[in-house]
């Protein structure tokens, strides 16, 4: 299959490389209210507020302070969890975009392509071949012809219409004499002129076939350069003459006779023509015999005209009219091959072009998506503060008010969390300008790769018809 590395490239950049539905809300945000109400924050800062606990020079947290803070924790672990597991994504997505891949692969097939597009032009070139040769060797044949029998003319022959309208006169005039032989045959008859109509079919068979033979066949000699060929075309012109007269006298004489025999009539007429050739009695006997060879001779000059009068000469010509529509329909075959591969190889080209600055646009979209998703997470880390130190305050708030002694200082003190740092990406990571210049570099190269495409396609169909120049058709009778 021609251009195949280029169908797989084309195939795989239209191939998704992800199932990822994109989502920002992984960060629940944290009810403070829910989570004092769980852990009973209120009671148990009372019944420790009443305690004096946390003593008043207590330093640390105290153990309902650190429950608080673990639980926030927990929540806080959970987040970065569910962080690294979407940046994980992003990287697998963007690392599917396959940039640098889709580049190089690009290089490659732009280099095949063009070969394998100048391959297909030789391949082209070797059909061509031997239909070329043909050509030749039948336009040699017919200049030889031409040359040996002193023919400086064009092949004339009837086609299309015109062999329609001479098919359709040898069909009247064969109709035409069936019809009259009948007519007049049909004196005596007992079936009247029905009768006389399926007796003549035999004679009009007979007259116009016989004719039809010599136009085709026997005429065409005259007009041969042998001599002993010309001979032979005059032997058969007498013979014809011959053939024709006998054949509409004993006709005549048929005719003559069957009105007054029943049997015999046959033989009768035969032995009558043999005696006495023109004794014909009737006028109509001498109308039937003008009739049969005015149409035999309208058959001749009819026949005569359907193809070459020179023997030969139109079948050569034939020849090489054959010959030469076999490869100049091999040729627009082949030019119009290379044509539909050159469209295909344009369209392919603009499919890859679109299919990379898709892919350019998803690579902005994830960049995007994962600077937002990086942003939420740090002011998801200052809602857990927030949340952290609104619970403790409830908690310090309740045990303030049920204690007698001075709270600890470091009730006064707000509690914020170490900031947790996601995974940064990569350094090998292309950042958008650079996936910019090498998506215009890549299109610039297929560019270039479709201008060559042209040019070998136009180089193509020149090759393909210097063969013409290679071997050039001397001036033909066909002009």
């Known amino acids: ?27 629940p945000q944290v009810d403070v209210d829910r989570i004092a109400k769980e852990m009973n924050l209120l009671e148990l800062a009372q019944a420790r507020g009443s305690q004096e606990q946390p003593a008043t020079t207590a330093a640390g947290y105290d153990d309902v302070e650190l429950s608080v803070i673990s639980r926030i924790q927990d929540a806080k672990n959970t987040a970065h969890h569910n962080l690294e597991d979407q940046l994980h994504l992003f990287t697998e997505r963007l690392v599917g975009l396959d940039f640098q891949g889709q580049f190089s ?53 009837a086609e299309g219409g015109r062999m329609f309208l001479k098919i359709s006169l040898l069909i009247l005039f064969f109709f035409g004499e069936w019809i009259a032989n009948g007519f007049f045959l049909s004196k005596g008859n007992e ?28 005429l065409p000699l005259l007009t041969y350069r042998s001599k002993l060929v010309v001979l032979g075309g005059l032997l058969a012109g007498v013979a014809y003459l011959a053939f024709t007269v006998v054949l509409n006298l004993v006709l005549a004489h048929y005719r003559e006779v069957a009105g ?10 035969l032995t009558r023509f043999w005696i006495n050739p023109l004794g014909l009695e009737d ?46 329909s091999q040729q627009a075959r082949l030019i119009d091959q290379l044509i539909e591969v050159r469209n295909t190889n344009h369209q392919q080209v603009e499919q890859i072009v679109e299919n990379l600055s898709g892919r350019r ?43 007698k002694t001075p709270a600890p200082k470091y009730f006064d003190t707000a509690y914020k969390f170490t900031r947790i740092k996601p995974t940064r990406p990569s350094n090998a990571e292309l950042t958008d300008k650079q996936i910019s210049e090498a998506v215009k570099k890549a299109q610039e190269g297929l560019s270039s790769q479709i201008k060559a495409i042209a040019a070998a396609c136009e180089d193509g169909i020149n090759e393909y018809r210097e063969l013409d120049i290679l071997f050039p058709d001397a001036e033909t009778a066909n002009g």
């Open 1 to 27: 299959m021609a251009f195949e590395r280029l169908n797989n490239l084309v195939s795989a950049l239209r191939v998704t490389n992800h199932d990822f539905k994109a989502s920002t809300e992984i960060f």
């Open 105 to 157: 692969d690009l290089e490659k097939v732009s280099a095949e392509t063009i070969s394998e597009f100048k391959a297909e032009v030789i391949k082209g070139k070797g059909i061509l071949h031997g239909p070329r040769r043909d050509l030749i060797r039948a336009h040699q044949e017919l200049k030889d012809f031409q040359a040996r029998h002193g023919i400086t003319r064009a092949p004339r022959g």
């Open 191 to 218: 079936m009247g002129i029905v009768g006389g109509v399926m007796e003549a079919l035999v004679f009009s068979l007979l007259n116009i076939g016989v004719a039809l033979f010599y136009a085709l066949f026997g």
């Open 260 to 269: 007054n025999l029943v049997d015999g009539a046959g033989l009768r007429a």
């Open 283 to 328: 006028l109509h006997s001498w109308m039937l015999f003008a009739t049969g060879l005015l149409l035999s001779v309208l058959t001749v000059v009819d026949g005569y005209f359907m193809r070459d009068p020179y023997i030969g000469y139109a079948g050569v010509n034939q020849r090489r009219d054959e010959a030469e529509d076999f490869y100049l």
């Open 361 to 403: 646009r998803e690579h902005n979209a994830i960049i995007a998506h994962r600077t937002k998703l990086l942003a939420l997470f740090s002011e998801y880390q200052d809602h857990l503060d927030r949340s952290t130190n609104q619970l403790l305050r409830k908690y310090r708030d309740a045990n303030i008010s049920a204690r």
